[in-house]
């Protein structure tokens, strides 16, 4: 049987959460997920709607990095319109090549958050790299052969942990804080 991750917190989609969120979190580096996070992994360009959010997390002083298992032109051309640092074939849901990324970058555990849509490769590569994590439903229909397949065993998986109250809403913690 495979072992799905409880995330640190859940959101709707990567764009509702409040930067006051990470703020209070102490967190100054945003590791993202692209597909399915950020984008549609047809999207080759990033969408306005991309575009606007790495703009304010900039001006927060928060450093997104998109971390993906996706292949290094795809990431690149993408991360570069942003003008954001990348991670491609990152080995999720392995943690090594973040940890070495993070270390090599000198990016502090306690100040990173990672954000995906998927517990068998974010959220369990987060937890490796000990770090914390946000759990996003994913933001349009199509997926690629290999995430279709995941999705398919994690479904069950997420309905139950919502159903026992695992998955936690980031107003939730945010109103805790
Ligand atoms: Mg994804």
């Known amino acids: 049987m495979c072992y799905y991750p409880i ?11 409040e930067l006051n969120f990470y703020k209070k979190l ?18 080759e ?12 997390l900039k001006e927060n002083g928060i450093t997104p990095i998109i ?4 292949k290094g032109p795809r990431v690149k051309k993408y991360s570069e319109c942003l003008g954001i640092n990348y991670l491609p074939k990152s080995g999720k849901p392995f943690s090594s ?4 990324y993070m270390k090599e970058n000198g990016i502090n555990p306690n ?12 959220i369990k590569a987060a937890k490796g790299a000990g770090i914390k994590n946000i759990l996003v439903d994913k933001i349009v229909e199509e997926d690629q052969k290999v995430t279709k397949f995941n999705r398919f065993f994690e479904k ?22």
């Open 7 to 17: 995330p640190f917190a859940y959101a709707k989609n990567i764009f509702e959460i």
């Open 111 to 122: 100040e990173t958050i990672m954000v995906g849509d998927q517990l068998a490769t974010d």
């Open 97 to 100: 090549k973040i940890k070495k």
């Open 45 to 56: 360009e990033p969408t306005e709607r991309a575009i606007i959010f790495i703009s304010k």
């Open 67 to 70: 971390i993906s298992n996706n």
């Open 156 to 177: 069950p998986f997420r309905k139950r942990m919502a159903k026992k109250n695992r998955l936690i809403d980031w107003r939730t913690i945010y109103g805790e804080m």
């Open 26 to 43: 102490g967190i100054k580096y945003l590791l993202m997920d692209l597909d399915n996070t950020l984008d549609s992994y047809l999207a």
